[in-house]
């Protein structure tokens, strides 16, 4: 069985900085393009980066330029590196693994997902 467990999360001021983890296990962790995802309260869930299997990445548009996703396959773990941080970047942030190809950005695209941690982005 899959298990994705992020850590990472907390209280930060505007323009501050966090960095996401993700550990993966129960699979091969390199087989598997990553993503994350955040759910702000009254907001549906939304894409916020993508690493494909070969170390591409995706972002939205909200967040490039701010945000860098990684993978260390050694470790099995993908990061969310989040500098310049804003208010309107306070939500609930999951890490999700796909057995997609490329990119995936869709939510159903991923098999998936961990518990979530809590991000808060005090003005």
């Known amino acids: 069985q899959v298990q994705l467990v992020e850590s990472g999360g907390g209280l930060v001021q505007a323009g501050g900085s966090l960095r996401l983890s993700c550990v993966v296990s129960?699979?091969?962790?390199?087989?598997?393009?990553m993503g994350w995802f955040r759910q702000a309260p009254g907001k549906e869930r939304e894409f916020v980066a993508a690493i494909s299997r070969s170390g591409g990445t995706r972002s939205a548009d909200s967040v490039k330029g701010r945000f860098t996703i990684s993978r260390d396959n050694a470790k099995n773990t993908v990061y969310l590196q989040m500098n310049s941080l804003k208010p309107d970047d306070t939500a609930v942030y999951y890490c999700?693994?796909?057995?997609?190809?490329?990119?995936?950005?869709?939510?159903?695209?991923?098999?998936?997902w961990g518990q979530g941690t809590q991000v808060t982005v005090s003005s």
């Open positions: 129960g699979r091969t962790f390199s087989s598997y393009a």
């Open positions: 999700a693994a796909s057995n997609f190809l490329g990119l995936p950005s869709k939510g159903y695209e991923y098999a998936y």
